[in-house]
């Protein structure tokens, strides 16, 4: 029997959840309803904006995936995660928060920088809308893989997010032959319609002869 029912990898970043008026997205000329990535000053501009008005944030790690195997692991399946922080405070958060959630993280250490944020913004409708620095995740590679995880593993799960950079891509592909190898079962999230249109053979690259 496999030690984990899920292992996930992609992008490991600190959400910052706020509710946002469909009026503040326009006047901060935000495209409602999909992930735009923007640098670290773009980013803090948003914040800044934000907490001048008074709002609720609330910060926890996040990235599509490992929301997931967080929501997995919730439910009583046995998750792992694998995903690049920083050396800073918002990467002791994030690793807090996997531990406290029973998600076991890969042991290579982190790396001078930024841990990278996403700001997701909710209206009323119940639309999320992200804004993203990728800061750290960026440069995930292999050194963050847990081979021997993957190997007593039942499913890997993968980020379509990570195909948008080719050392990434590599990473990413190069794990999942691995996981072929080993006869674990591979998902893959499309992530967003931009990284369909823009870097679907990138996809087809990474799912091989299929998923």
């Known amino acids: 029997m496999a030690k984990y029912n899920i292992y996930g990898i992609g992008g490991a970043l600190v959400d910052t959840e706020v509710e946002v008026s469909n009026k503040f997205l326009a006047d901060a000329k935000i495209v409602k309803g999909v992930m735009t990535l923007v640098d670290e000053s ?4 948003l914040l800044h904006a934000l907490s001048s008005e008074d ?14 195997v967080v929501a997995a692991s919730s439910l009583g399946s046995k998750t792992f995660f694998s995903g690049k922080v920083a050396d ?3 990467g002791e958060l994030y690793v807090s928060d996997l531990n406290e959630a029973g998600v076991d993280f890969h042991s290579a250490g982190p790396d001078p920088g930024t841990t990278g944020k996403c700001l997701v913004m909710v209206t009323e409708d119940a639309e999320r809308t992200m804004n993203t620095f990728l800061g ?3 440069a995930l590679s292999v050194k963050e893989i847990d081979r021997e995880s993957l190997r007593d593993s039942e499913w890997f799960y993968v980020e379509g997010y990570l195909v948008t950079d080719e050392a990434r891509t590599k990473a990413a592909k190069d794990a999942v032959e691995f996981a072929k190898e080993q006869g674990v079962k591979i998902a893959i999230s499309l992530s967003d319609p931009f990284v369909v249109d823009v870097f679907g053979e990138a996809l087809r690259d990474v799912m091989g002869s299929g998923v």
């Open 88 to 90: 800073d405070a918002d």
């Open 55 to 68: 709002l609720n944030l609330v910060k926890k790690c996040g990235g599509s995936v490992c929301n997931s």
């Open 42 to 45: 773009r980013q803090r501009e």
């Open 136 to 138: 750290a995740s960026d």
